[in-house]
């Protein structure tokens, strides 16, 4: 069986596609074509807000899924987990540490601190001046001060109110010696004072503030406290070494100075039995 029918050709007469037999298409109209390009814009727009949409609800599903395991699952964990802390504050509250013992306590500190305070405030900053002419009462207005940047002060003062060292040849050269060492120890001791009551201030001060705590500690806070009062209990122990340490240069220093005269008499006797024992041999 054969195939008769035979390919037709097509050509363009005037713009307009035909074929062999004559048959010729039309093209088709102008607004038939942008209707088409119009339904496939339209098409394409709907796919590109379409896609984000599902996209979107796809990605807050996911969301929706993992707040609901929280609420859940961890939400009922976390649920339980305050309701134990709440149990352990409320033992802490009524039985170990309850509320209404400490604020006795805080208190009982308070009155203590407005009780004593006043007075022991006083005490340690009571005055005590004796003297009456004006050098030495400049003298001891220093001594009186607190202060270690008056030192300068008090060895000018020091020297005007006691005297200075004779010049070389208004005395002895022991004699002198003497008198330089005394005068040095003598200075060096109340120096010492000076700062010594200057670093008593600050124990007060750091007393204060420990007391100052103490009335508004809460549990727990003990060992820091303490811990407090021990550095500085060391530092007064720090402070009453260095008084003991000059005072026992100053008995060192009365000592040897005791001992001084003693060999001068010594000395002075053993020259006067010289003397006599020439003079009786003379004789």
Not at 150 to 165: D, E, H, K, M
Not at 170 to 194: C, H, I, W
Not at 242 to 264: F, P, S, T, W
């Amino acid at each position: 069986m054969s195939d008769n029918t035979q390919p037709t050709t097509e050509f363009f007469l005037n713009g307009v596609a035909c074929n062999s037999d004559g048959v010729c298409r039309p093209k088709p109209p102008a607004h038939a074509r942008w209707k088409r390009r119009l339904l496939i814009g339209v098409l394409v727009i709907e796919a590109c807000f379409a896609l984000p949409k599902y996209a979107q609800a796809d990605f807050l599903g996911v969301f929706d899924k993992i707040f609901t395991s929280i609420q859940s699952d961890i939400g009922s964990s976390l649920k339980t987990i305050n309701e134990i802390s709440q149990q352990i504050q409320k033992l802490y509250q009524t039985t170990v540490a309850p509320l209404a013992a400490i604020n006795q306590a805080r208190g009982f500190v308070a009155n203590s601190i407005n009780g004593f305070r006043g007075q022991m405030n006083q005490i340690f900053n009571t005055r005590f001046s004796s003297a009456v002419t004006p050098g030495p009462q400049q003298f001891e207005s220093i001594l009186h001060s607190r202060l270690s940047a008056q030192i300068p002060a008090l060895q000018t003062s020091f020297t005007t109110n006691y005297g200075a060292i004779p010049r070389v040849n208004a005395a002895s050269p022991q004699d002198r010696v003497m008198m330089d060492v005394d005068d040095a120890l003598g200075q060096e001791n109340l120096k010492t004072t000076l700062i010594a009551d200057e670093g008593g201030d600050a124990i007060l001060q750091t007393a204060e503030q420990m007391e100052n705590q103490v009335a508004v500690s809460t549990p727990g806070s003990n060992p820091f406290l303490t811990a407090q009062a021990q550095v500085a209990n060391l530092r007064c122990q720090a402070f009453m070494q260095k008084m003991l340490a000059a005072e026992l240069r100053q008995e060192a220093g009365r000592i040897a100075h005791d001992n001084v005269l003693v060999k001068r008499r010594t000395a002075a006797t053993g020259g006067i039995n010289s003397l006599i024992n020439g003079a009786l041999t003379a004789r």
